[in-house]
């Protein structure tokens, strides 16, 4: 027997869908303004996941918003299903072109470019019938359904209505499941922050008419005082044991009320059971519970430290909008990442970044930078208007604090050419040296940040500055997304020698 502990998928991964193969899971999640987009997962075992790349990984696949426009567009909530022998994964970018299909014969890829589905709406789904016919659910508001032509994208029947949910707000997140002999339909309403719930209704055929669950919601932690929140927005899984599980959204707030959470909405796993009347039966997702039946196939962590002396930038690398060929480099100083200022934000014309998700709420993060004659450094980043940044440029090194329509440097030190080391530490439980700015005043947001550019378990070492982490939550930028720490380039090309992210205790 093993256990495992929620998140199963920790940071920026919301809107989880999954499909089982065999013995394999794979998953996808939202990715929103972020390129490559739809990170994908696989999983022996429902607990322990590696990402295997990304559905959407080519320019030409993926039209996102222009920097400086909204953040949180971009890709919405995904579906991935299997079918026919192929991997099929529908989606919407909202930014450009509506709802789209692509497809694969291999999970890690190619996928297909896009094929346009002519639907409004967010949120799509897929299922199919025994004799192939093949439904899309979508969201436009209300839970809408049609038949359509998955390989053209065209709509064959409908759409007409399906069910609007129990009457809480933003029914949405559909997905469509024949089990025995109903057709159920599982929904997300109630909104994606902390009324997030559950629910569900059944008909015998995709048309309706729909019967909502006696229970519903089926799941919510709305209203409780439980450690994890905004619970919903789920998709359910049968494993090879029979046994039957849910892959959802949630988040892990912090601090003082109202709570900030930061990391984002996380992928989280809960048991579903089946009552007597043939309802799926979902209790309080749990922190801590008995993993699926059968064999346990751990997967090796990200290496804490990546030199970039691979042909390519890992799986897991990030950047807002785009990432133009000429923004960066393997090659260009081999064992470095080179990274040339090419696009924009709202505060600089040059701009190129590279992130990794922050996925403890304690963690270390380290870079050895080589600005030359550019300006770049260390970001901490929730989107353009709500950013921390460790700044090397002109023989100085600065702290630059951007929340909302105020950006202001807050501590600088001149520091020799060459190169820099470069840390951010996040803390919520660790014992942090308080800086002068916070003497008397209590902390009640979630967490601190810490800009170094000496060792910090040096003794008496202080950091540049101390920031309080909630001006970079979901509450105070408000969004979709959560932080991602990341190297960047203002002006000129810099060279990062290697990174490091180190968890600095288990969440």
Known sequence: M???????ISGFHPDPSVCRVGDDY???????????????????????????GNVLDRPGQLPLPVPGAMASRGLYAPTIRHHDGRFWVINTNVSSGGNFIVTAERPEGPWSDPVWVDLPGIDPDLAWEEDGTCWAAFT????HMARIDPLTGEVLE?????????GLKWPEAPHLYRIGEWWYLLIAEGGTERGHAVSVARARSPRGPWEGAPANPVLSHSATDHPIQSTGHGDLVTAPDGTWWMVLLGTRPRGYTPNFQVLGRETFLAPVEWDAAGWPVMGPVPERHTAPGGAWHPVPALPARDDFDAAELAPHWISPYARPDDSWSLTERPGWLTLTATGHT???????????????????VTTLLDPGSGRGGLSVRMDEAHHYDLEVGGGEVAVVARIGPLRQTVARRAVPPGPLTLTVTVRTTEVVPPSPEFAGIEPTGPDTLAFWTEDPDAPGARPLAE?????LSTEVATGFTGRVIGMYALEGTLAFDWFAYEPQHTD
């Open 2 to 8: 093993h256990v495992y502990d929620n998140p199963v």
């Open 26 to 52: 794979y998953l996808v999640c939202s990715s929103f303004e972020y390129f490559p987009g739809l990170p994908i997962f696989h999983s022996r075992d429902l607990v322990n996941w590696r990402q295997i």
């Open 140 to 143: 436009v508001p209300g839970i």
């Open 158 to 166: 409908g759409p007409f209505p399906a069910w609007s949910g129990t």
């Open 346 to 364: 709202l505060d600089h014309p040059g701009y190129t970044f590279v992130g990794h998700r922050q996925q403890h709420h304690d963690c270390r």
């Open 467 to 471: 920031l309080e982490g909630r001006y």
